[in-house]
């Protein structure tokens, strides 16, 4: 995009675009973020300086348009800077804040859910990066063809980021047993959840690996939280208000572990936008809102929950020995029936979703 024409006062530069969009820049934000090696290291673009080593009175003394970019001399320390216009457009902050909703998924996306093959995502760069792509998008990606052999669910993590260990191990094991120390190591059905809203942090992703299901029942159910969130903001927006601005105490113990945690059902960020969506009604602690509160919170948690339980959302899938499903554990809940009969065995880890962008960010430079 080329720059067509530049003003400014001390305080503020106006860019004006070939395609007629105008954006301002603060001189205090351009000064900030000035390029060049007097400025930001040069192997590794780290920024050298801190804001209290600059002037407190920063202006823009001149800013002309250049080959490269922009040149902006600034007052008063006289440091220049030269912005690419890519830069400029990139980073430009004077818009709308309204951010729109992003776009969920109900029980449709069964039939439209791509089926990535391991060997081609361990593979082939664009094979990742759209298994990964779809993670980011809809909340959750199926990859076909993962060997059922065990422990290669974090290898499967592995190829974008790092295993998140808990108390329940570096992976763990979802069957029957004798001693379970949780209802997912039981043959009973699990409503639609989020796992481990009772850590701090909640793990931003999970991942299912399946090595043996032949039992009666024992299918997955997967919802998008933020259909439901959405469709409550629409319905019940006083609803809506009261999950995302109270937190609710959840909480896990066993003989070893004593794990609490307070979080939002429903979290916005700045914008209003839906954020993350913790849901367990396994591990939900008493609630302890104030009294007057009490009443039309239960009210809004059963309209959300009736939401997320609601057969029109749910994506019904039976996992097949070799299927491994990733998804975001704050977006997108997850249950199953329950089951009978032969033996059924996951595995499954937790990761952070952070690695997982920055694969995908690393793996689109690579094709660009
Ligand atoms: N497991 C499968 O968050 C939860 O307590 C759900 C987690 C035991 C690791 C189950
Ligand atoms: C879990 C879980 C689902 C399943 O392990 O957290 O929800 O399909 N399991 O067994
Ligand atoms: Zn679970």
């Not at 993962?146 to 592995?158: D, I, L």
């Not at 989020?194 to 931003?204: A, E, F, K, L, M």
């Not at 299912?208 to 939280?225: I, P």
Request: charged residues 25%; hydrophobic residues 40%.
């Amino acid at each position: 995009m080329t720059i067509t024409g530049v003003d400014h006062t001390p305080e503020v530069l106006t860019v004006r675009w070939q395609d007629g969009a105008a954006t301002r820049f603060h001189a205090i934000w351009l000064r900030d973020n000035a390029q060049g090696a007097a400025f930001r290291h040069p192997g590794n673009d780290q920024r050298l300086f801190d804001l209290t080593e600059m002037p407190d009175d920063i202006e823009i003394a001149d800013a002309r348009i250049v080959a490269e970019g922009l040149e902006i001399r600034f007052a008063p320390d006289g440091a220049v800077s030269v912005f690419a216009a890519g830069y400029l457009r990139e980073h430009a902050y004077d818009r709308a804040a309204a951010t729109p909703d992003q776009p969920v998924w109900g029980a449709e996306l069964g039939g439209r859910l791509t089926r990535h093959a391991y060997d081609a995502v361990r593979q082939n760069p664009s094979a990742r990066k759209a298994w990964l792509d779809d993670v980011t998008t809809d909340g959750i990606a199926l990859l076909t063809g993962v060997p059922a052999v065990e422990g290669k669910v974090c290898e499967v993590a592995e190829l974008f980021g790092f295993v998140r260990e808990t108390n329940y191990g570096r992976l763990f094991e979802v069957r029957s047993e004798a001693q379970p120390i949780n209802l997912a190591y039981t043959p009973v059905g699990l409503n639609v959840h989020t796992d481990n809203p009772y850590r701090s942090p909640v793990p931003g992703l999970q991942l299912l690996h399946c090595l043996t299901n032949a039992a009666e029942g024992g299918d997955s159910v997967f919802v998008d939280g933020f259909r439901c969130a959405q469709k409550l903001r629409a319905e019940a927006p006083d609803a809506f208000a009261l999950l995302s601005r109270h937190r609710a105490p959840f909480r896990y113990r066993n003989a070893e572990t004593d794990l609490s945690n307070r979080t939002a059902y429903i979290e916005t960020d700045e914008t209003g936008r839906i954020a993350a969506i913790r849901y367990n009604n396994r591990s939900a602690a008493p609630l302890d809102l104030p009294f007057e509160v009490m009443g039309e919170f239960y009210a809004a948690l059963r309209r959300f929950s009736r939401l997320l339980h609601d057969r029109d959302g749910e994506m019904r899938l039976r996992l097949e020995p070799g299927d491994l499903v990733t998804f975001d554990n704050e977006r997108v809940l997850h249950g199953r029936t329950g089951f009978s009969g032969g033996a059924r065995h996951l595995q499954g880890c937790y990761a952070d979703k952070d690695s997982l962008r920055s694969m995908a960010t690393v793996l689109s430079r690579k094709s660009a």
